[in-house]
């Protein structure tokens, strides 16, 4: 037992699934040599105990004095179940502690939605409004509509500033009705400026509903002119074909005139494409989805190196049927909440009570599992079926050509 501090002990106890285990695990957490971000693994360890067993262990964690104390005591509380445990004045003094320490951080929203906090909303406000990261200003305003604070967010977007937009920005994060409602309000009314309207339309139209909602408003005549553009880009490459196909009707999306067949993939194969042309191509229709060195949006397998991986036939295969070779994490699923939303996304990360759901648009929003309704398998590849066409030839060649300069260095 004495000679167990080091990376085979350490292992031996991450891996260990028995009562004995638990201190151990706490004694790697608590030394203040270790920076508890980069053990994070120890921590995850404890959701392969059972809740009887390690709440004790976790409580103890909290009353230490290791120099990143506050980080720590965020990652124990999120690993306690408010289900299962009792809110004593010490658990409520540790998580009104953590709170403090962690205030305008993603830790401090975690903290909320885990253990339902109420009485926030001023300072989610102030989250949403003012924080530099995207995904903490839309996770606040969402907080905020779900905690009864519509009155707050329309008293900011009325002032018609630079709070307003960020408050309009924060709304496109994510999809749910009420959000959406606010979003096309400020879309159909005039009297707001197009600075407003425009990314308000940039916010409605993401996801699902919101391609079904920039539809609806182009089927019934209601779109502004100066959103137009937007509802045009978003349908244009909508996921479904369907939409696609049925937005050409009202709007020019140029979808009817770019879907003639493509040549065969022998054919495509032998034809030599502009990989400075096909990078445009790329950043006009891969980007929503796709990152290469860390530029575009985390949510589909990474291309940075894809002209290593694939072949050019392969490449080829993969964006015409997207659906024939899944990558390997990447299944997707529709998960209706118990709310009445749905969630189109795969599992980007799951414990025994908790799922990470990311979305379409690189996202992540974590559900217990007692909120999920139902799960099923979307079916096919969340990558949108038809785009190749929709690109046509020319584009499509450029970039498969660009996609094949991407080697690993």
């Known amino acids: 037992h004495d000679n167990w501090q080091n990376p085979a002990g350490f292992d031996i106890v991450w891996r260990a699934?028995?009562?004995?285990?638990?201190?151990?695990?706490?004694?790697?957490?608590?030394?203040?040599?270790?920076?508890?971000?980069?053990?994070?693994?120890?921590?995850?360890?404890?959701?392969?105990?059972?809740?009887?067993?390690?709440e004790t262990t976790l409580m103890e964690i909290m009353n230490?004095?290791?120099?990143?104390?506050?980080?720590?005591?965020?990652?124990v509380l999120m690993l306690l179940d408010p289900a299962k445990i009792k809110m004593t004045?010490?658990?409520?003094?540790?998580i009104d502690k953590s709170l403090n320490s962690v205030r305008g951080k993603q830790d401090y929203l975690d903290l909320l939605a885990r253990f339902h906090l109420k009485d926030h909303n001023d300072e989610l406000l102030e989250m949403a409004q003012n924080?530099?990261?995207p995904e903490i200003r839309s996770g606040a305003a969402r907080m905020l509509l779900n905690a009864g604070?519509?009155?707050?967010?329309?008293?900011?977007?009325?002032?018609?500033?630079?709070?307003?937009?960020?408050?309009?920005?924060?709304?496109?994060?994510?999809?749910?009705?009420?959000?959406?409602?606010?979003?096309?309000?400020?879309?159909l009314d005039n009297s707001y400026p197009a600075w407003m309207r425009i990314p308000a339309a940039e916010g409605l139209a993401r996801g699902w509903s919101g391609e079904d909602r920039m539809l609806a408003l182009a089927k019934s005549k209601q779109l502004p002119e100066d959103v137009k553009t937007i509802a045009v880009s978003t349908l244009s490459h909508a996921y479904r074909p369907e939409i696609r196909e049925e937005a050409a009707k009202y709007l020019n999306t140029g979808s009817t005139a770019q879907t003639a067949a493509l040549p065969s993939i022998e054919e495509l194969v032998s034809l030599k494409g502009d990989a400075t042309a096909g990078s445009q191509v790329f950043n006009t229709y891969c980007t929503t989805c796709h990152q290469v060195n860390g530029k575009g949006v985390n949510f589909g397998p990474a291309l940075s190196e894809i002209g290593s991986k694939l072949s050019k036939e392969a490449i080829y295969n993969s964006i015409i049927h997207p659906s024939a070779g899944i990558s390997f994490g990447f299944d997707g699923f529709i998960f209706k909440l118990k709310n009445g939303s749905s969630l189109v996304g795969y599992v980007a990360s799951e414990t025994s009570t908790e799922i990470s759901i990311k979305q379409i648009g690189g996202n992540i929003e974590k559900h217990l599992k007692s909120e999920i309704a139902?799960?099923?398998?979307?079916?096919?590849?969340?990558m949108p079926e038809g785009l190749a066409q929709t690109m046509g030839k020319d584009q499509l060649v450029n970039l498969v050509e660009y996609l094949q300069t991407l080697k690993k260095k």
Do not use: C
């Not at 004045?89 to 540790?94: E, M, V, W, Y």
């Not at 139902?374 to 969340?382: A, E, F, R, V």
């Open 17 to 54: 699934r028995n009562a004995e285990a638990l201190p151990y695990l706490a004694k790697i957490i608590a030394d203040p040599n270790h920076n508890p971000d980069q053990y994070l693994k120890f921590f995850r360890a404890f959701d392969f105990h059972p809740e009887s067993a390690k």
């Open 64 to 75: 230490g004095n290791h120099p990143q104390q506050a980080r720590i005591n965020s990652l």
């Open 89 to 94: 004045p010490a658990l409520k003094l540790a």
């Open 131 to 133: 924080s530099p990261q």
């Open 149 to 187: 604070g519509e009155a707050a967010i329309w008293t900011t977007i009325r002032k018609k500033d630079s709070a307003s937009l960020q408050m309009i920005r924060a709304l496109g994060g994510w999809e749910e009705k009420k959000n959406k409602d606010i979003l096309q309000q400020i879309v």
């Open 374 to 382: 139902s799960q099923k398998p979307y079916g096919s590849s969340l």
